[in-house]
């Protein structure tokens, strides 16, 4: 992968919607169908389930252009506030919905970062 493109396709249920990935504006991108799910699930008062799989602390590790020289750990750093940016948005879309205090949130990791 280079730093903003990777051949990888990104999907959208069965349908492919990007292809390369564009690392630049994924996050963007992942906010924006993140935080319009909840708002449909919640104005349906439907139980939904939202699995959102961050790439920010893998290799290549990247940044949107609000984030890119934004901290002085570089780009790993660029990423882990970019992703920290958008659990916050995740977090203030379920209030902003109503559901907040009826939504179970959780954390997890997979075995670590590469040793590269």
Same mark, same amino acid.
């Given at each position: 992968c280079e730093y903003q493109f990777c051949p990888c396709p990104i999907f959208e249920n069965d349908k492919i919607i990007q292809q390369p990935a564009d690392f630049l504006t994924m996050n963007?991108?992942?906010?924006?169908?993140?935080?319009s799910f909840i708002k449909s699930k919640a104005a349906q008062s439907s139980p939904f389930f =939202?699995?959102?799989?961050f790439q920010h602390t893998h290799r290549p590790q990247f940044a949107g252009k609000m984030f890119t020289n934004s901290s002085i750990r570089g780009r790993f750093g660029d990423a882990l506030a970019e992703l920290d940016w958008g659990v916050g948005q995740i977090l203030e879309?379920?209030? =902003?919905a109503g559901v907040e205090e009826n939504?179970?949130?959780f954390f997890t990791s997979d075995n670590g970062p590469s040793l590269v």
């Open positions: 963007d991108n992942y906010m924006n169908a993140a935080t =939202l699995y959102m799989a879309a379920l209030k =902003l939504t179970f949130v």
